[in-house]
C-alpha cells in the first residue's frame, strides 16, 4: 500500500452514526480482525479479546443496554478523563456541535441532546458490536496497545466498506457487560465497536471532524 492508499482510507473512514441492518457476512468480519491482529503489542502480549455479536444476539443486546442504561449506574473498568481543557475541550465541542447541528438539535435543547446521546446505547442501530477486553494485569500498556487494535479494525472495516465507530459510553457500563458476556473480572473492558454499512442519508453521517495541523501536535528538536 502506499502512503496516498493509506491517507485515501483514513479520509475515508469516520465514526458512524447511522447504519443499515444489512449485516457484515462472517468471513469479512473475520479478515477485519485477522487484519487488526497485525499491530504492534508491548512484548508481543497480543492483549486484545473481542466479544463479537451477530444476528438476533445484537438485538438482545442492543435491549438490555438500553434497559440497563434506564436503571443502573455508568460504572467503567478503567477511569474516564477527569476533565477536558484547552484544545480538548475545543476540538470535544466542535464534534459535538457539529453532530447536533446534523441531526438539528439546537443549542440549550436538554431533551434533544439526551435522545441524541441515547442513540449510543442503539449501537447507532449497527447489525454487530463488539465489545474490547484487556488484561488488568498490564495496566496502561495493555490499553495502549489495544489501541492500536482499535485503529486497524476500523481501517480494516473501511478498507472493505463496512463502516465503524469506537464506542466508550457502551464501555461505561463495565459490570453489565461483564455479567452479560460473561467476561472474566481480571479483564478490562475499554470500548465497544459497533460496525456494520453505513446508512450515507441519515445526517448525522454527513459530517466530519477536522483534524489539528502538525505545529499543534510535533515539537521538532534538533
Given amino acids: ?91 470535544r465541542r466542535a464534534c459535538g456541535w457539529a453532530l447536533y447541528k446534523a441531526v438539528g438539535v439546537e443549542r440549550g435543547d436538554r431533551e434533544g441532546s439526551a435522545k441524541q446521546m441515547m442513540e449510543n446505547y442503539s449501537l447507532f442501530k449497527a447489525p454487530h458490536c463488539a465489545i474490547l477486553s484487556t488484561p488488568a494485569e498490564l495496566g496502561p500498556y495493555g490499553a495502549m496497545d489495544c ?16 463502516a465503524s465507530i469506537p464506542q466508550a459510553a457502551v464501555a461505561a457500563y463495565g459490570p453489565f457487560l461483564h455479567r452479560y458476556f460473561d467476561i472474566p473480572e481480571d479483564r478490562l473492558i475499554l470500548c465497544a465497536l459497533s460496525f456494520g454499512y453505513s446508512d450515507t442519508d441519515h445526517p448525522a453521517n454527513s459530517f466530519r471532524t477536522d483534524r489539528a495541523a502538525l505545529g499543534d501536535i510535533v515539537d521538532w528538536r534538533g
Fill in 147 to 162: 489501541g492500536g487494535f482499535v485503529t486497524a479494525f476500523t481501517l480494516a472495516a473501511q478498507a472493505l466498506g463496512i
Fill in 1 to 91: 500500500m502506499t502512503l496516498s492508499a493509506l491517507n485515501n482510507l483514513l479520509e475515508q473512514r469516520h465514526s458512524c452514526r447511522a447504519f443499515r441492518p444489512d449485516p457484515v457476512p462472517t468471513e469479512q468480519i473475520e479478515q477485519i480482525v485477522a487484519s487488526a491482529l497485525r499491530v504492534p503489542s508491548w512484548c508481543n502480549a497480543q492483549p486484545w479479546q473481542l466479544v463479537i455479536t451477530r444476528g438476533e444476539e445484537t438485538d438482545r443486546f442492543r435491549q438490555a443496554l438500553q434497559n440497563e442504561v434506564a436503571t443502573g449506574q455508568p460504572t467503567p473498568d478503567i477511569p474516564f478523563p477527569t476533565s477536558y481543557s484547552g484544545p480538548y475541550q475545543d476540538r
